[in-house]
């Protein structure tokens, strides 16, 4: 039996993504539990803090909350750097992207079409510009060589920019420009880079 069972919707992005590859990536064995809505309504009331991912680890318990997942696998696993320091500039990076989240995701339960278009436009033009040059500044700081957030080992933090971007360049989201993170060049670099990693596209190109 696997130590690790990772519960997620049955999705191929998002929060439970990023900690899928990231354990498949850490080379860990884990079941890939996927649960539908109906299991998930009965679940959540029982769940640490009403959310999925849960990583729940034999002989110890559950964990929710997909960055302190990602931690946990990448201090495992060696998929974050062993110096404190550095290890909390990428837990930081990875907090910016719930913080990306928590302005985009309210776009996507808007009702009214136009008003929805309006507030993706803004979100493009305005956070999005904003926060991809924060990152792309906090990227020039870690690692002067890249391609990855610390240089030339792939790490958690990478593996979770890879997926909110991709949820932009795969055309996911009406009205943000697949293009949008094109002219940060640096960001762009390490988005090919993790999804040309050999673990990682052994995992998205399953
Ligand atoms: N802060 C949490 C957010 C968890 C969260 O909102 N997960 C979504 C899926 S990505 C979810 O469980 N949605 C269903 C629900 O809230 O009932 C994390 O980073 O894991």
Not at 104 to 131: H, M, Q, V
Not at 154 to 169: E, G, H, P, T, Y
Not at 181 to 199: C, I, K, M, Q
């Amino acid at each position: 039996m696997a130590n690790y069972t990772l519960t997620y919707f049955d999705f191929p992005g998002s929060r439970g993504e990023e900690c899928r590859i990231a354990l498949h990536v850490s080379g860990a064995a884990f079941e890939d539990e996927r649960i539908v809505r109906d299991a998930w309504a009965t679940l959540k009331p029982t769940s640490p803090y009403g959310g999925l991912p849960i990583l729940t680890v034999a002989g110890k318990g559950a964990l929710a909350q997909s960055n302190a997942i990602l931690s946990f696998v990448g201090r495992a696993h060696g998929l974050l750097p062993t110096d404190p320091w550095e290890a909390a500039h990428h837990e930081a990076v990875m907090c910016a992207v719930e913080d990306f989240r928590a302005q985009l995701n309210p776009s996507g339960r808007i009702a009214d079409p136009e008003l929805k278009r309006i507030a993706r436009e803004e979100f493009a033009a305005g956070y999005l510009k904003t926060w991809a040059a924060a990152i792309e500044r906090q990227l020039e700081a870690s690692s002067e060589a890249g391609p990855f957030f610390g240089g030339a080992a792939l790490s958690v933090a990478d593996i979770k920019l890879f997926i909110i971007m991709r949820s932009i360049i795969d055309g996911g989201i009406d009205h943000v420009s697949r293009t949008a993170f094109v002219e940060f060049t640096g960001l762009s670099r390490l988005y090919e880079a993790v999804r040309t990693d050999a673990r990682v596209a052994a995992w998205t190109n399953r």
